[in-house]
C-alpha cells in the first residue's frame, strides 16, 4: 500500500469569492485511517443512540447524525483544538469529535453521573473544551459563536469559531443579525449551514424562497460543499479558516443528508419517501464512499478497515454497556451548578416547601 | 459629595473596565452618541474602540454575541437601551446566559451583565413604560438587581460586573439625573455593594415598606409624612430581588407585625406577590397583625396621558392609604 494518494473533489459553488478550495487533495494514509474510524465510530454510536431509544433508555430528544458524519469529521481535522465550535441540537457527532469519548455521550444520553454533563444536559447540552454545545433553540447558536469569534478576535489568540446551523435555523432572523455584526466586525466566525434538505419534517423546497444557503448571506462570501465527502469537507475548512482569519467571516453550505428523522419520534418517511433515503445509501453514503476511494486508490485495505469496524464495534458495545451500568446523578448533585462560586449559605428551594437544599 | 445616579453609573463602568481588561461595554449607541442616556459619556473616548462598543439595533443578535464572548472567557456589559427591548432578546438572557453553567454541569460559566433603564418612564406609553424585574427574577441562574440610590448604583453595578454569574441590571428610567450625597467609601474604586442583601433606608417600630428601584424614594416620602401622625415606617430597599433578602424582610416584620409591599411593576406575580408569599410560608407568619398589602403599578398597559398615567404607578397617598388601613387608624 502507498503512504499517500490524491484524490479529485467536486469543485464548491462560489458565492462572492474569486478563488475556491483546491479540487485536488492529498491524503496520508495515516489520515485516512483516522477518518475512516471517526465517521465509523459515529455512525456506530448513533446506532446505539437509536436502539436505547428504542428500548426506552434514551428519553425525551434524541436527533441522530447519522448520514453527516463527513461534516465534522471533515472540519475537525482542518482545525485546532484550540479553535471553537458550536453547534445546534444534532450535537452527538460533535461531542465525540471534539473530544467526549463514545462512554461520556452515552451515558449523557442515558442520563447518568458518568455523562459529559453529568446528566444534566442531554442530548442536545454536550460541552468539551472549546465545544460550546449543544443549543435546543433553533438558531440561537448562531449569535453566540459570532461571540465566541468576538473573543478570539479580542483576545488576538489566532484561532477561530465554527458556528453551525441547519437548514431549517436558516429562516430565523438572528441568524442574520448575527451575520451582519459578524461582517462589520471581521470576525474569524466561519458559519456553516448544515443542509440536510429537512428542517424537522419540511424539505428546503418548502421552506425557504432561496436554497442556495451558500448565498444566503448577500454580503458575506460564501461556498457549498460536497457535505458527504469528508475529503472536500476538510478541504473547504481548510481554505475557510485562512480565509476567515484573514478576512472576517465565511459561509459554508455542507450538503448532506440525515438517514434518520428529525428525532426519535418521527419515522422520516411521511415527507420523504425510502426510495429517497434508499438511494443516497446507495450512491452518497459518506462512509461507504469514502470507504471506496480508499480502496480504489489502494491506500487502504479491506482488511484493515475490517479491523476498525471491529475495533469500532467493539469500542462502542462496551461503552454501551459500561453507560448502561453506570449509576444515575444522585438527588443532591441537582441542585449544584446553579451559580458559579454561589455564597456559602445559599440554598435552593426543593418541591417540598419546607426543604431548602444546599448548593455547590 | 453629591452625584448623579448616571454619574454612580458611570464611574461604575469606568472604573471596572480600568481594572479588568477583560470587561468591555457594548450596546446601541454606547460610544459615539455617549449613550442613549449619557450613562456611558467620554467612556469610548477614554477607552477606544476595542472596549466601548456600537452595535447596530439588533438586540437579539448582539445580546448572543454578548453571552457566546461571556463563555468563551470575556466579561461584556451588555447595555440594552431600555429594558422594554431586551424582550426582542430574552431568549439569549433565559436561554442561553442563565442555563448554560447548569446544563453544562459547571463547565460553561457565563459571566455577563444585561443592563440599562427599566420601570415605567414619562410619556412614553405602554410599550415604553412596564417593569421587568418579575420577568427576570423568577428565572434560577440568573441575579437580578434593582438599585435606587446612587450609592446602589455604584456598588451594585461593580459587584455585578464582578460577579461570576449573568446579572440583570435594572435601572431606573427617570432617576439618571437625580443626585444623592455619596460617602467617600462610596466615591472610593474599592465600593461594592454585596449582592442579595436588602438595605434598610429608615428604622421604625409600626409597620414594614419593603420596595426596590424609584418607589424606595416613595415609601420614604411617605414614612415622611407619616411619621408626623405618629406612625414610624420601616422601609427595607432590597436591592437585590434575586437572590431575595427574605431575612432582613421577616425580621422587620417580627418586629412591626406590618407588611406593606411597594413597586411600579404589575400585581400579579410581582415582587410584591414574592414577598408575601415567603413571609406567610415562613414560620413568622404568625408575627402578622393584618393583611400583607401590595401597592403596585395598575394592573393595565401604561396609558399616555398624564393624568392616567400618574394613576397607573404608586404614588405617595397609595403608600400613606395603605398603611394606615393595615394598621387600621385613619
Same mark, same amino acid.
Given at each position: 500500500a502507498s503512504t499517500e494518494a490524491t484524490f479529485e473533489v467536486a469543485q464548491c459553488k462560489l458565492h462572492k469569492l474569486e478563488q475556491g478550495p483546491a479540487t485536488t487533495v492529498t491524503c496520508t494514509r495515516e489520515d485516512a485511517l483516522k477518518y475512516y474510524r471517526q465517521m465509523q465510530t459515529i455512525r456506530r454510536m448513533e446506532t446505539t443512540a437509536g436502539n436505547l431509544y428504542k428500548s426506552k433508555q434514551i428519553r425525551g430528544f434524541c436527533h441522530l447524525y447519522s448520514g453527516q458524519e463527513a461534516c465534522c469529521v471533515g472540519m475537525e481535522n482542518s482545525i485546532t483544538p484550540e479553535d471553537s465550535v458550536i453547534t445546534a441540537y444534532r450535537a452527538h457527532g460533535w461531542a465525540y469529535i471534539r473530544g467526549i469519548s463514545v462512554h461520556g455521550v452515552l451515558a449523557e444520553l442515558i442520563g447518568k453521573k458518568t455523562g459529559c454533563a453529568q446528566g444534566k444536559g442531554g442530548s442536545m447540552h454536550m460541552y468539551a473544551k472549546n465545544f460550546y454545545g449543544g443549543n435546543g433553540i433553533v438558531g440561537a447558536q448562531v449569535p453566540l459563536g459570532a461571540g465566541i469569534a468576538f473573543t478570539q478576535k479580542y483576545l488576538n489568540n489566532g484561532n477561530i469559531c465554527i458556528t453551525l446551523y441547519g437548514d431549517g435555523a436558516a429562516n430565523q432572523g438572528q441568524v442574520y443579525e448575527a451575520f451582519n455584526i459578524a461582517m462589520l466586525w471581521k470576525l474569524p466566525c466561519i458559519f456553516v449551514c448544515e443542509n440536510n434538505g429537512y428542517g424537522m419534517g419540511t424539505s428546503v423546497e418548502r421552506a425557504s424562497y432561496s436554497t442556495d444557503y451558500y448565498t444566503r448571506g448577500d454580503y458575506m462570501p460564501g461556498l457549498r460543499v460536497d457535505g458527504m465527502d469528508v475529503l472536500a469537507v476538510k478541504e473547504a475548512t481548510r481554505f475557510a479558516k485562512d480565509y476567515v482569519l484573514k478576512n472576517g467571516p465565511l459561509l459554508i453550505e455542507c450538503a448532506t443528508y440525515r438517514y434518520s428523522g428529525h428525532s426519535m419520534s418521527d419515522p422520516g418517511t411521511s415527507y420523504r419517501t425510502r426510495e429517497e433515503i434508499q438511494e443516497v445509501r446507495q450512491t452518497r453514503d459518506p462512509i461507504t464512499s469514502f470507504k471506496q476511494k480508499l480502496l480504489e486508490t489502494n491506500l487502504v485495505t479491506e482488511d484493515e478497515m475490517k479491523k476498525i469496524d471491529q475495533d469500532v464495534r467493539k469500542e462502542v458495545t462496551e461503552s454501551e454497556k459500561l453507560a448502561i451500568a453506570d449509576t444515575g446523578p444522585p438527588l443532591e448533585d441537582m441542585y449544584d451548578h446553579i451559580y458559579v462560586q454561589p455564597e456559602a449559605d445559599f440554598k435552593v428551594r426543593t418541591c417540598d416547601p419546607v426543604t431548602m437544599v444546599a448548593s455547590r | *459629595?453629591? /452625584?448623579?445616579?448616571?454619574?454612580?453609573?458611570?464611574?461604575?463602568?469606568?472604573?471596572?473596565?480600568?481594572?479588568?481588561?477583560?470587561?468591555?461595554?457594548?450596546?446601541?449607541?454606547?460610544? /459615539? %452618541?455617549?449613550?442613549?442616556?449619557?450613562?456611558?459619556?467620554?467612556?469610548?473616548?477614554? %477607552?477606544?474602540?476595542?472596549?466601548?462598543?456600537?452595535? =447596530?439595533?439588533?438586540?437579539?443578535?448582539? !445580546?448572543?454575541? !454578548?453571552?457566546?464572548?461571556?463563555?468563551?472567557?470575556?466579561?461584556?456589559?451588555?447595555?440594552?437601551?431600555?429594558?422594554?427591548?431586551?424582550?426582542?432578546?430574552?431568549?439569549?438572557? #433565559?436561554?442561553?446566559? !442563565?442555563?448554560?453553567?447548569?446544563?453544562?454541569?459547571?463547565?460553561?460559566?457565563?459571566?455577563?451583565?444585561?443592563?440599562?433603564?427599566?420601570?415605567?418612564?414619562?410619556?412614553?406609553? !405602554?410599550?415604553?413604560?412596564?417593569?421587568?424585574?418579575?420577568? %427576570? *427574577?423568577?428565572? =434560577?441562574? /440568573?441575579?437580578?438587581? *434593582? =438599585?435606587?440610590?446612587?450609592?446602589?448604583?455604584?456598588?451594585?453595578?461593580?459587584?455585578? #460586573?464582578?460577579? =461570576?454569574?449573568?446579572?440583570?441590571?435594572?435601572?431606573?428610567? #427617570?432617576?439618571?439625573?437625580?443626585s444623592f450625597e455619596m460617602s467617600d467609601e462610596a466615591m472610593s474604586e474599592d465600593f461594592v455593594i454585596p449582592i442579595g442583601k436588602a438595605k434598610i433606608e429608615r428604622q421604625g417600630n409600626h409597620i414594614t415598606l419593603v420596595s426596590h428601584s424609584r418607589y424606595v424614594g416613595h415609601c420614604l416620602e411617605a414614612a415622611n409624612e407619616l411619621a408626623g401622625q405618629g406612625v414610624e415606617c420601616e422601609v427595607i430597599n432590597l436591592r437585590s430581588i434575586r437572590p431575595m433578602d427574605e431575612e432582613t424582610i421577616v425580621k422587620s416584620v417580627m418586629k412591626t407585625n406590618h407588611l406593606v409591599t411597594v413597586e411600579g411593576g404589575w400585581p400579579q406575580c410581582g415582587i410584591g406577590s414574592e414577598i408575601c408569599a415567603r413571609v406567610i410560608e415562613s414560620k413568622f407568619f404568625n408575627y402578622l397583625d393584618a393583611p400583607v398589602l401590595r401597592v403596585t403599578g395598575a394592573d393595565l398597559p401604561t396609558p399616555y396621558a398624564k393624568q392616567l398615567e400618574d394613576n397607573s404607578f404608586p404614588q405617595t397617598h397609595n403608600i400613606v392609604g395603605a398603611v394606615k388601613k393595615s394598621l387600621n387608624i385613619s
Amino acid at each position: 500500500a502507498s503512504t499517500e494518494a490524491t484524490f479529485e473533489v467536486a469543485q464548491c459553488k462560489l458565492h462572492k469569492l474569486e478563488q475556491g478550495p483546491a479540487t485536488t487533495v492529498t491524503c496520508t494514509r495515516e489520515d485516512a485511517l483516522k477518518y475512516y474510524r471517526q465517521m465509523q465510530t459515529i455512525r456506530r454510536m448513533e446506532t446505539t443512540a437509536g436502539n436505547l431509544y428504542k428500548s426506552k433508555q434514551i428519553r425525551g430528544f434524541c436527533h441522530l447524525y447519522s448520514g453527516q458524519e463527513a461534516c465534522c469529521v471533515g472540519m475537525e481535522n482542518s482545525i485546532t483544538p484550540e479553535d471553537s465550535v458550536i453547534t445546534a441540537y444534532r450535537a452527538h457527532g460533535w461531542a465525540y469529535i471534539r473530544g467526549i469519548s463514545v462512554h461520556g455521550v452515552l451515558a449523557e444520553l442515558i442520563g447518568k453521573k458518568t455523562g459529559c454533563a453529568q446528566g444534566k444536559g442531554g442530548s442536545m447540552h454536550m460541552y468539551a473544551k472549546n465545544f460550546y454545545g449543544g443549543n435546543g433553540i433553533v438558531g440561537a447558536q448562531v449569535p453566540l459563536g459570532a461571540g465566541i469569534a468576538f473573543t478570539q478576535k479580542y483576545l488576538n489568540n489566532g484561532n477561530i469559531c465554527i458556528t453551525l446551523y441547519g437548514d431549517g435555523a436558516a429562516n430565523q432572523g438572528q441568524v442574520y443579525e448575527a451575520f451582519n455584526i459578524a461582517m462589520l466586525w471581521k470576525l474569524p466566525c466561519i458559519f456553516v449551514c448544515e443542509n440536510n434538505g429537512y428542517g424537522m419534517g419540511t424539505s428546503v423546497e418548502r421552506a425557504s424562497y432561496s436554497t442556495d444557503y451558500y448565498t444566503r448571506g448577500d454580503y458575506m462570501p460564501g461556498l457549498r460543499v460536497d457535505g458527504m465527502d469528508v475529503l472536500a469537507v476538510k478541504e473547504a475548512t481548510r481554505f475557510a479558516k485562512d480565509y476567515v482569519l484573514k478576512n472576517g467571516p465565511l459561509l459554508i453550505e455542507c450538503a448532506t443528508y440525515r438517514y434518520s428523522g428529525h428525532s426519535m419520534s418521527d419515522p422520516g418517511t411521511s415527507y420523504r419517501t425510502r426510495e429517497e433515503i434508499q438511494e443516497v445509501r446507495q450512491t452518497r453514503d459518506p462512509i461507504t464512499s469514502f470507504k471506496q476511494k480508499l480502496l480504489e486508490t489502494n491506500l487502504v485495505t479491506e482488511d484493515e478497515m475490517k479491523k476498525i469496524d471491529q475495533d469500532v464495534r467493539k469500542e462502542v458495545t462496551e461503552s454501551e454497556k459500561l453507560a448502561i451500568a453506570d449509576t444515575g446523578p444522585p438527588l443532591e448533585d441537582m441542585y449544584d451548578h446553579i451559580y458559579v462560586q454561589p455564597e456559602a449559605d445559599f440554598k435552593v428551594r426543593t418541591c417540598d416547601p419546607v426543604t431548602m437544599v444546599a448548593s455547590r | *459629595s453629591q /452625584l448623579t445616579v448616571r454619574d454612580a453609573l458611570n464611574a461604575a463602568i469606568d472604573e471596572e473596565i480600568k481594572r479588568d481588561d477583560k470587561v468591555f461595554l457594548l450596546g446601541e449607541e454606547v460610544a /459615539l %452618541y455617549d449613550g442613549a442616556y449619557k450613562v456611558s459619556r467620554g467612556l469610548h473616548k477614554t %477607552y477606544g474602540d476595542k472596549r466601548v462598543i456600537d452595535t =447596530p439595533i439588533t438586540e437579539m443578535g448582539f !445580546a448572543g454575541i !454578548a453571552v457566546g464572548a461571556a463563555m468563551a472567557g470575556l466579561k461584556p456589559i451588555c447595555e440594552f437601551m431600555t429594558f422594554n427591548f431586551s424582550m426582542q432578546a430574552i431568549d439569549q438572557v #433565559i436561554n442561553s446566559a !442563565a442555563k448554560t453553567f447548569y446544563m453544562s454541569a459547571g463547565q460553561v460559566p457565563v459571566p455577563i451583565v444585561f443592563r440599562g433603564p427599566n420601570g415605567a418612564a414619562a410619556g412614553v406609553g !405602554a410599550q415604553h413604560s412596564q417593569c421587568f424585574a418579575s420577568w %427576570y *427574577s423568577t428565572c =434560577p441562574g /440568573l441575579k437580578v438587581l *434593582s =438599585p435606587f440610590s446612587s450609592e446602589d448604583c455604584k456598588g451594585l453595578l461593580k459587584a455585578a #460586573i464582578r460577579d =461570576p454569574n449573568p446579572v440583570v441590571f435594572l435601572e431606573n428610567e #427617570i432617576m439618571y439625573g437625580t443626585s444623592f450625597e455619596m460617602s467617600d467609601e462610596a466615591m472610593s474604586e474599592d465600593f461594592v455593594i454585596p449582592i442579595g442583601k436588602a438595605k434598610i433606608e429608615r428604622q421604625g417600630n409600626h409597620i414594614t415598606l419593603v420596595s426596590h428601584s424609584r418607589y424606595v424614594g416613595h415609601c420614604l416620602e411617605a414614612a415622611n409624612e407619616l411619621a408626623g401622625q405618629g406612625v414610624e415606617c420601616e422601609v427595607i430597599n432590597l436591592r437585590s430581588i434575586r437572590p431575595m433578602d427574605e431575612e432582613t424582610i421577616v425580621k422587620s416584620v417580627m418586629k412591626t407585625n406590618h407588611l406593606v409591599t411597594v413597586e411600579g411593576g404589575w400585581p400579579q406575580c410581582g415582587i410584591g406577590s414574592e414577598i408575601c408569599a415567603r413571609v406567610i410560608e415562613s414560620k413568622f407568619f404568625n408575627y402578622l397583625d393584618a393583611p400583607v398589602l401590595r401597592v403596585t403599578g395598575a394592573d393595565l398597559p401604561t396609558p399616555y396621558a398624564k393624568q392616567l398615567e400618574d394613576n397607573s404607578f404608586p404614588q405617595t397617598h397609595n403608600i400613606v392609604g395603605a398603611v394606615k388601613k393595615s394598621l387600621n387608624i385613619s
